[in-house]
């Protein structure tokens, strides 16, 4: 019967980043962007205008971009403890910037389906109105980005938030968009270029695109487990076997959370130490968050082991 308590050799599985300032940030933006996008969708309907449409179309995925950022922060947080999850709730922001991309994705086709259609068959616009709504629709963007920086910058103080640098970059493209929008329509309203309003649009689908495969390019190698870069591993496997006779004979390092890994390692000895000891050695690698060491001690020649040693860290 053990006397003693368990707690020094018992760990965190909470991988989450903590931002509540961020978190606080991306709710007053969400609400902002959702208000701007409606106006712009109504009064590009109204107005006749695909850029304007388009600058509209492309704040609602990121309404829903804010709403996944948001509803990840609380997912996580809420189960950061529950057993449900081996290693935690890490990935639930991952999860949510995927889920993201791929909402971009879909209304990036609808964008450019529509944009096509509109070249096809062109529609009255409106200039004046349009522009002021653009104009507005901007600056919007420009305090939304505002606002997200300041929460981010917050972030680098304790681990980086990719979460709320997706919902950052999602403002950035949008701003982006909009100065499009203001360009076509000013140039359609002075030269009388009505074709380059729904070309806007187009490249704003494709710029919407664009985004969506790169957040894809984050976001799967994380939820697929990624392992670490083969130079960090190979650190590793240096720094444990440079003492005494150490061979690893199995190691594994992948991702459980966005900026965490955990490892397994397998090493056989003549001279086997404490698992604490073989920890130790690795404590300046930043990266590693939970570490399983197997020790297998070596007999005669034949290294066949006949103890094992294991704890988590």
């Not at 980043?17 to 609400?31: A, C, F, H, S, W």
């Given at each position: 019967?053990?006397?003693?308590?368990?707690?020094?050799?018992?760990?965190?599985?909470?991988?989450?980043?903590?931002?509540?300032?961020?978190?606080?940030?991306?709710?007053?933006?969400?609400?902002?962007?959702?208000?701007?996008?409606?106006?712009?969708?109504?009064?590009?309907?109204?107005?006749?205008?695909?850029?304007?449409?388009?600058?509209?179309?492309?704040?609602?995925?990121?309404?829903?971009?804010?709403?996944?950022?948001?509803?990840?922060?609380?997912?996580?947080?809420?189960?950061?403890?529950?057993?449900?999850?081996?290693?935690?709730?890490?990935?639930?922001?991952?999860?949510?910037?995927?889920?993201?991309?791929?909402?971009?994705?879909?209304?990036?086709?609808?964008?450019?389906?529509?944009?096509?259609?509109?070249?096809?068959?062109?529609?009255?616009?409106?200039?004046?109105?349009?522009?002021?709504?653009?104009?507005?629709?901007?600056?919007?963007?420009?305090?939304?980005?505002?606002?997200?920086?300041?929460?981010?910058?917050?972030?680098?103080?304790?681990?980086?938030?990719?979460?709320?640098?997706?919902?950052?970059?999602?403002?950035?493209?949008?701003a982006l968009t909009s100065?499009?929008?203001?360009?076509?329509?000013?140039?359609?309203?002075?030269?009388?270029?009505?074709?380059?309003?729904?070309?806007?649009?187009?490249?704003?689908?494709?710029?919407?695109?664009?985004?969506?495969?790169?957040?894809?390019?984050?976001?799967?190698?994380?939820?697929?487990?990624?392992?670490?870069?083969?130079?960090?591993?190979?650190?590793?496997?240096?720094?444990?076997?440079?003492?005494?006779?150490?061979?690893?004979?199995?190691?594994?390092?992948?991702?459980?959370?966005?900026?965490?890994?955990?490892?397994?390692?397998?090493?056989?000895?003549?001279?086997?130490?404490?698992?604490?000891?073989?920890?130790?050695?690795?404590?300046?690698f930043d990266k590693l968050?939970?570490?399983?060491?197997?020790?297998?001690?070596?007999?005669?020649?034949?290294c066949v082991p006949s103890?094992?040693?294991?704890?988590?860290?």
């Amino acid at each position: 019967m053990h006397l003693h308590s368990l707690e020094n050799w018992q760990h965190r599985h909470d991988f989450t980043v903590k931002n509540v300032k961020g978190e606080q940030r991306t709710l007053y933006v969400l609400i902002l962007t959702a208000i701007t996008m409606l106006v712009e969708i109504v009064a590009g309907s109204f107005y006749g205008s695909m850029a304007l449409l388009a600058d509209g179309w492309h704040m609602g995925t990121h309404v829903a971009a804010f709403m996944i950022t948001i509803f990840a922060y609380r997912y996580a947080r809420k189960y950061a403890d529950s057993s449900m999850y081996a290693f935690g709730t890490g990935k639930v922001n991952v999860l949510g910037g995927f889920a993201s991309a791929i909402a971009l994705a879909v209304v990036a086709l609808v964008m450019l389906v529509e944009s096509v259609h509109r070249i096809v068959e062109p529609q009255n616009i409106y200039f004046n109105e349009a522009i002021i709504v653009a104009v507005i629709g901007l600056l919007v963007n420009l305090v939304s980005a505002f606002l997200l920086k300041g929460g981010h910058d917050h972030a680098h103080d304790h681990h980086h938030d990719h979460n709320l640098q997706a919902a950052y970059m999602h403002v950035l493209a949008d701003a982006l968009t909009s100065v499009l929008a203001i360009i076509a329509l000013v140039l359609g309203k002075y030269f009388g270029w009505h074709w380059l309003d729904p070309v806007m649009g187009i490249v704003s689908a494709m710029i919407i695109m664009r985004w969506s495969y790169g957040l894809v390019q984050q976001t799967s190698p994380i939820l697929l487990d990624e392992s670490v870069e083969e130079e960090y591993k190979l650190s590793i496997q240096k720094t444990i076997e440079k003492e005494a006779d150490n061979k690893i004979s199995d190691i594994h390092v992948w991702r459980v959370g966005a900026n965490d890994y955990a490892a397994i390692i397998s090493l056989v000895t003549h001279f086997p130490n404490s698992t604490q000891h073989y920890k130790n050695l690795l404590k300046h690698f930043d990266k590693l968050s939970h570490v399983t060491i197997e020790v297998n001690e070596c007999e005669g020649e034949s290294c066949v082991p006949s103890s094992k040693e294991n704890t988590t860290a």
